[in-house]
């Protein structure tokens, strides 16, 4: 079965700290890449997606990642970190259909 | 504004009981799923439905029933045979079924949060 690995479970920044999450992925296939975030409180949202092409993907609020395909694995990364960034990450994989598979999420504490 | 509607946002249950969680949607998304979030763990999927009167089970079905009787609802029922129903439950639908549907990514509800006393 397919699985999705975040190793940090919890990370703890100062602002204008750089960013990177870990997330490693078990499918050996094509796979649809995936990286919601959870504000306290509020519903998931998509951070951002890669489905084909640029492995550097970019998404909203100064968020992108990198697809690498030897690695398994589509870190996600911030240059500068900011208070509102304190959130929950999950990272998710789909293959085969519309099915997402998510990591274990990685809880982002900002200190301002 | 269209979205997914989930209530109640807090539910608390009795030990023994069933008890049944609401899923609104008005997105027209054919597929519709039910994950289940607990720390450390992410979420991880109790039940799906692609089409109206059809659904699968997903990783840890065990405990819980569906119905799927109209497009825009998926209700989850927590019966008393979960053995730990405290938990987070979110719903989500998604637009198609297969092929570039899948470019749309889901969308999520606001949440259940389940407590047994």
């Known amino acids: 079965a397919q699985s999705v690995s975040q190793h940090n479970h919890h990370v703890i920044l100062s602002e204008a700290a750089s960013l990177e999450l870990g997330c490693n992925y078990s499918?050996?296939?094509?796979?649809?890449l995936f990286w919601y975030v959870q504000y306290p409180g509020q519903h998931l949202q998509l951070l951002l997606k890669?489905?084909?092409?640029?492995?550097l993907v970019k998404g909203i609020k100064g968020f992108e990642a990198e697809f690498i395909k030897s690695k398994f694995s589509f870190n996600l990364r911030k240059p500068s970190v900011q208070w509102s960034d304190t959130a929950e990450y999950f990272c998710a994989v789909s293959h085969a259909g519309n099915m997402l598979t998510f990591g274990g999420g990685t809880r982002l504490m900002v200190k301002p | 504004d269209g979205g997914i509607t989930q209530s109640p946002k807090y539910l608390f249950r009795k030990e023994g009981q069933n008890v049944t969680l609401s899923c609104e949607q008005n997105l027209n998304h054919d597929a519709m799923y039910w994950y289940r979030q607990d720390p450390g763990q992410g979420l991880r999927l109790i039940y799906y439905?692609?089409?109206?009167?059809?659904?699968q089970k997903g990783d840890i079905a065990e405990g819980y029933s569906v119905s799927r009787e109209k497009k825009e609802s998926f209700p989850l029922t927590v019966t008393s045979a979960q053995k730990n129903p405290t938990a987070f439950y979110l719903c989500a639908s998604h637009r198609g079924l297969t092929g570039i549907s899948a470019n749309y990514g889901y969308t999520f509800g606001s949440g259940t949060r389940l407590t047994v006393v």
């Open positions: 439905s692609q089409i109206v009167n059809d659904f």
């Open positions: 499918y050996g296939g094509t796979v649809n």
């Open positions: 890669y489905f084909s092409g640029d492995p």
